[in-house]
Each structure stands twice: as structure tokens, then as C-alpha cells.
Nanobody, 122 residues
Framework: QLQLVESGGGSVQPGGSLRLSCAAS????????IGWFRQAPGKEREGVSC????????TYADSVKGRFTISRDNGKNTVYLQMNSLKPEDTAVYYC???????????????WGQGTQVTVSS
């Protein structure tokens, strides 16, 4: 069983930055593709970014392209989401997910974290 724990959320003013972390534990030596998703109140869960097992390929939603950067450190079993130039519309609970396939749709992932709140407000 794989456990994922997100951290790094918080409150920030528009234009600010946050770095989210997704730490994985309790799994085999195989690495997983990781996706970041977010869900705002009253909205569906939205794919934000994802990264392949090796970290060699990344994908971003159009809404965050150029502002967010996903990366991973397999030695630390951790995936990061650097979020810059944050906007109020980025406010949501952010989740990381792990699975054998990579993509920006929730159903390709098997394991999910509990989420971390990001609030962007002046």
C-alpha cells in the first residue's frame, strides 16, 4: 500500500509563490507516475500537472503553464509543485496522486493523498 502526504499549502497574496511537496512511503522499489490535482468548492477535480516515473516528461494544464513547475527527487521519494505568480483562481485543495500511468485525468491514478489547502487572496 502506498501512502502519499502533501504539504506546503497555505495562504498567499496574488503574485506570491508556494511549493507543494508530495512524499510517498510504504511502497515497493518501483516508482510511480505522479499527478497533481486541485478541487475548488463546487467544482470538479482538475488536473494541474503530472510527471513520469523518471521525471523525463512533464505535462501542465493550460491554466498553470508557465507559472507552475513539477519536479521529483526519487532518492527522497518526493514530488514537488513550485507555484509562482499565484492567482485567486488557483485557490483550491491540492492533491497528489500516484499510479502506473501518467495523465491529467483522475482515473489513471490508484493512490491519493489527503490534500493541502492553497488560498490566494489579498
Amino acid at each position: 500500500q502506498l501512502q502519499l502526504v502533501e504539504s506546503g499549502g497555505g495562504s498567499v497574496q496574488p503574485g506570491g509563490s508556494l511549493r507543494l511537496s508530495c512524499a510517498a512511503s510504504g511502497f515497493s522499489r518501483d516508482y510511480y507516475a505522479i499527478g497533481w490535482f486541485r478541487q475548488a468548492p463546487g467544482k470538479e477535480r482538475e488536473g494541474v500537472s503530472c510527471i513520469t516515473r523518471s521525471g523525463g516528461r512533464t505535462t501542465y494544464a493550460d491554466s498553470v503553464k508557465g507559472r507552475f513547475t513539477i519536479s521529483r527527487d526519487n532518492g527522497k521519494n518526493t514530488v514537488y509543485l513550485q507555484m509562482n505568480s499565484l492567482k485567486p483562481e488557483d485557490t483550491a485543495v491540492y492533491y497528489c496522486a500516484a499510479g502506473g500511468l501518467v495523465g491529467l485525468v483522475p482515473n489513471v491514478y490508484t493512490y491519493w493523498g489527503q490534500g493541502t489547502q492553497v488560498t490566494v487572496s489579498s
